[in-house]
């Protein structure tokens, strides 16, 4: 859609910056946006095991009816924190490193606009997460509450390692304020000459939005941690009614932040996916501008369907008639963006490299998630849906085929340009491969002991959903040694191992990151590009 | 008052064979017209879904075989059109109103409790149910009936593991029974898959729900709410009566309530001798206090106190009544004054300052317990 028509500095040798300092020291002070974006990369990759081991504790509790491995407290701390590390550790800080790699490169910008910042958004992460885990050897254990910590389990029944918890989202949430921070002010004062709104990349588009989004309601949860804090600690009664509080008011400012945060996580998938498609497709993405519109009304309906996660709640019925409308809604512009994404393979010159592979992946599990979504939208019958194994199925769908499998995605199209060599295609076919079928054996049973009648979040269950059970434990165990495929190569692809790669690395790739070297100097774009 | 029947066995229960499926792929159709209604409802969104997914997957897979560049084939130069992105808005925008017209009229029924012909007050707690008939004198707690060595796999687990309670709530067929919902502690979820009943119970506030029985017969459903350890231990077992064969077992429970407070009343007046205390006080605390406490009386460390060693079970009896009799504030301590007899009370407050190690050798009775209710 744009083309670059000054020279590129091919080599960075020649002007006044100094090469990056060596060692550990490099790491800590950087400021550049490849190396924060690096670090973000393999921060989440690390969290995303971290969480995986977690599941995989879970799933072994759950392989066979009656408890083996560990007591039920135990148990519910490992769901809580799975979760919390799942969305906050793994899948936001990927699509934060993608972003601080690719909006500068996309946008023609040598940097992000504030890089001291963007140093401390991603260092103070770490200590957070250290903060969590630690909380786990606490005596009495860590946060067993679920992460959507619903008060008062959450208040007067939780544990003192509630403290820790409020104290580590406290600080989740100021690096991911500061991350869309910078991304806002990046994309809006430095896009290079030319680059018009709606000549961005969808990647950029998509996280602009989702950075509003951020910005909009992260907040609100420090605004509910907060509370849970005062009425645990300081004697207050926000979500007490013996105090004059009402539990409820709990889920309805949650989930005013939680959901928002389900279309943070899934936004910059849809960008990614609307780079990927069109590459392998050999065409033009179909409806670029509606693509642009879907994305901004799904992240607007965000707002105004929060309590369609709260329909047993008691709600009067005009409300839920209210939220359930609204979100069904919501399927609409998701509709469009699936559309659009098969119109552009449609009659296209496809290909299936690696990243393709897991981009249709994606669309037809995310489209499986979704329409499950669609079902729960329906009032009466999530009254039966409602905290079963179906909604377990739903949001796994969504969460891992859906964003995890689009960040997969988005790691094997753009690691070339990265590293100047192309991975280990073996190994990631083995590693795509071996996740899908797994990962289906894994989540795709749970919509049926959901349907059956088991609730989420038990450590044990009746006899009747054994075999079931055994089935998603087994997909799971196999989902889980799948990632350390992904590992390997990870590992292989840094040791600058594999075949050198051409600029465009993928033909038929378009967009500015594809113009500059392979790999992508340390220094980009210190002279704007002018797009036409 | 009385906690009847708590050490009855959930034999009775448990022999019932389960006609649940091991291969249950689908939600069931439930008993009452609304349930029916619900799994309607569920079979015409799913298929709908299931035509969305097979057009849309369709044309992806066509694309994918036949629009391949290993085929030769080349790339179409078309990007946007304005009448087909209007046409894939506007037909999902009307197949949602079909949606949503049904589901708009079920969920007005739904919600529809009016006019009730019996009401039962449901109350949470960690993790039992409470029953409470609003139009006699009858109310009980309701508990898990499997036994922890089924849980641990030193038993063989019975048909409806998990799934089986001491006493069943008992319900009249073909009448509308309305479920006042509520919670002592944190937040439950009262749910019945077959009546397509679920709702929260939330301390401070009643929720409100109903139905209509069609058929006889055992239901069974649980907790849905995560509320703390036990979540998965809390079964809500019904059983739909005939209406005569209702009011039948209501009359008798009602005697039984009855006969139970003079019982308590004669009690009053007797002193029980040590064992007695020791052997009833353990059978409470394994229903009542185990949960929390442990068998062992060692508590979870950092979640639950022990009570083994503890200053207040070894010295201070006056504060160690009072803890149990109105709970503790601030904590997740419930106040056992209204869920055990005064007889029951002294049982378990004794073994607790005699089990264990504790050999304080100090008995309480049921005039202890009704002194310090009426505050002297």
Known sequence: MSTVTDTIHHDDDHHEHHAPPSGIKRWLYTTNHKDIGTLYLWFAFIMFLTGGAMAMVIRAELFQPGLQIVDPNFFNQMTTVHGLIMVFGAVMPAFTGLANWLVPMMIGAPDMALPRMNNWSFWILPFAFLILLSSLFMEGGGPAFGWTFYAPLSTTYSGDSTALFVFSVHIMGISSIMGAINVIVTIFNMRAPGMTWMKMPLFVWTWLITAFLLIAVMPVLAGAVTMVLTDKFFGTSFFDAAGGGDPVMFQHIFWFFGHPEVYIMILPAFGIISQIVPTFARKRLFGYASMVYATASIALLSFIVWAHHMFTTGMPVFAEMFFMLATMLISVPTGVKVFNWVATMWRGSLSFEVPMLFALAFIVLFTIGGLSGLMLAITPVDFQYHDTYFVVAHFHYVLVTGAIFSIMAAVYYWLPKWTGKMFDITLAKWHFWCSLVSVNVLFFPMHFVGLAGMPRRIPDYALQFADFNKWISLGGFAFGLSQLIFLALLIKACSKKGEPVSDQVWEGAEGLEWEIPSPAPYHTFETPPVIK | ?376
Request: net charge negative.
């Open chain 2, 1 to 376: 008052m009385a906690m009847l029947g708590v050490f009855q066995s959930g034999t009775t229960f448990a022999e019932s064979v389960s006609d649940l499926d091991q291969y249950q792929l689908n939600m069931r159709r439930g008993v009452t017209d609304i349930s029916a209604e619900v799994y309607d409802l569920h079979m015409l969104m799913f298929i709908i879904c299931v035509v969305i997914a097979v057009g849309v997957f369709g044309a992806m897979f066509y694309s994918i075989l036949f629009h391949r560049k290993s085929r030769g084939a080349k790339p179409a130069n078309f990007h946007e059109s304005v009448k087909v992105e209007i046409a894939w808005t506007v037909v999902p925008f009307i197949i949602l109103i079909v949606m949503a017209i049904p589901a708009a009229k079920t969920l007005i029924a739904m919600e529809d409790a009016s006019e009730p012909d019996v009401t039962v007050l449901v109350t949470g707690s960690q993790w039992k149910w409470h029953y409470k008939y609003m139009d006699n004198d009858v109310e009980f707690f309701s508990r898990l009936a499997t036994q922890p060595d089924e849980i641990s796999g030193k038993l063989e687990k019975g048909v409806n593991y998990l799934l089986e309670v001491d006493q069943p709530l008992v319900i009249p067929t073909d009448k509308r029974v309305r479920f006042l919902i509520t919670s002592d502690d944190v937040i439950h979820s009262w749910w019945v898959p077959d009546f397509a009943v679920k709702q929260d119970a939330n301390p401070g506030f009643i929720n409100d729900a109903w139905a209509q029985v069609n058929e006889p017969g055992i239901y069974r459903g649980q907790c849905a709410e995560l509320c703390g350890k036990d979540h998965g231990f809390m079964p809500v077992v019904v059983i739909a009566k005939e209406p005569a064969e209702y009011d039948k077992w209501i009359g008798e429970r009602q005697a039984i309530q009855e006969k139970a407070k003079a019982e308590e009343q004669r009690l009053l007046a007797m002193n029980m001798s040590k064992e007695e205390l020791m052997s009833n006080g353990q059978k409470i605390y394994t229903s009542a206090c185990a949960a929390c406490h442990m068998p062992n009386g060692e508590g979870l460390p950092g979640v639950f106190p022990a009570l083994k060693g503890s200053d207040i079970a070894l010295n201070d009896m006056a504060t160690h009544i009072d803890i149990v009799l109105n709970g503790k504030t601030g904590t997740a301590m419930a106040a056992f004054a209204k869920q055990l007899t005064m007889s029951e009370l002294a049982a378990v407050i004794t073994y607790e300052r005699n089990a264990w190690g504790n050999d304080t050798g100090d008995l309480v009775q049921a005039k202890d317990i009704n002194a310090a209710l009426n505050g002297q």
